[in-house]
């Protein structure tokens, strides 16, 4: 017997039902990302640290991550930010399955001086959740590794939210990518790359490649891709020349639906 599902909702758009919150299984999920800065020869992350987007495999950080800013009005007694949420994902084996769970820490900044992060598997946003009398981050603010100078999270001065397009859904979540925008001004011509790393598989893909350069460029359109727990998708830039010029800006737009695993996302 076939059967069909009907959905009720508020307005006449199912979207902006799930923007409102009407719909209690579907979420929308935005997530920016904005480079001002290349560096030759680095594929960088969509954030304002010159270097890669580092991840781990199946594993917890451990106590090898570290958090500092690069200005020292970013600590407790300070006039930027006093205190950082993070959030992100934990990784645990249960009955030999790989499990994904949500986590979230709050840290006391201390300047420029390196703080201890708690465990975690993936970083997906930190953003300041107090400050002093300025009310923004003053320092670039990221996530990394000392040994290596691995980055995993990144926030740029004044923004007081990580803008790096990552995502990354917990087990017993799908999402579903609808669209994608990008903005460019960039001297240097650049490769713009959507990336998913597949735990299942261990492999990497780039399933979108996109060039810009010379000029402001704009461009918006559908993606329809589902990231499964245990995938990541992050987008990086390279420059295919060496870089030139002081005007490299870069700004992304990821539009998401995060869902129940066995929903039904309604089209209009």
């Not at 992350?45 to 991840?55: A, I, M």
């Not at 994904?100 to 992060?117: A, F, P, Q, R, S």
């Not at 003053?138 to 923004?159: E, T």
Request: aromatic share 8%; proline share 3%.
């Amino acid at each position: 017997m076939n059967q069909s599902r009907v959905f009720t909702h508020s307005s006449h758009d199912p979207i902006i039902d799930i923007i409102q919150g009407n719909r209690h299984n579907l979420k929308s999920l935005e997530t920016e990302g904005v480079s001002t800065t290349l560096a030759t020869n680095i594929e960088k992350c969509f954030w304002n640290e010159d270097r890669p987007f580092s991840y781990l495999t199946n594993s917890n950080s451990g106590t090898s991550f570290k958090i500092k800013s690069s200005n020292v009005a970013d600590s407790q007694s300070g006039d930027g930010a006093r205190t950082i949420l993070i959030e992100g994902l934990l990784h645990s084996v249960v009955n030999s399955v790989n499990t994904y769970t949500v986590k979230t820490e709050t840290i006391n900044l201390n300047g420029t001086t390196d703080v201890n992060v708690g465990t975690f598997y993936r970083i997906l946003k930190i953003s300041v959740a107090s400050a002093g009398v300025l009310k923004l981050n003053q320092g670039q603010i990221k996530v990394y590794v000392p040994s290596g100078n691995l980055v995993f999270a990144c926030m740029a001065a004044g923004d007081n939210v990580s803008n790096m397009m990552v995502v990354s859904p917990e087990t017993d979540k799908h999402l579903i990518v609808e669209s994608l925008s990008l903005s460019s001004y960039a001297q240097t011509p650049i490769q713009i790359k959507v990336n998913i790393f597949s735990e299942t598989t261990g492999l990497q893909k780039t399933i979108y490649k996109f060039f810009a350069g010379g000029q402001s460029q704009y461009v918006n359109f559908s993606l329809r891709k589902r990231i499964l727990p245990g995938e990541t998708l992050w987008m990086s830039l390279l420059p295919l020349e060496t870089v030139t010029g002081s005007h490299n800006y870069v700004t992304g737009l990821l539009e998401c639906i995060k869902k129940n695993q066995s929903s039904v996302v309604p089209v209009q």
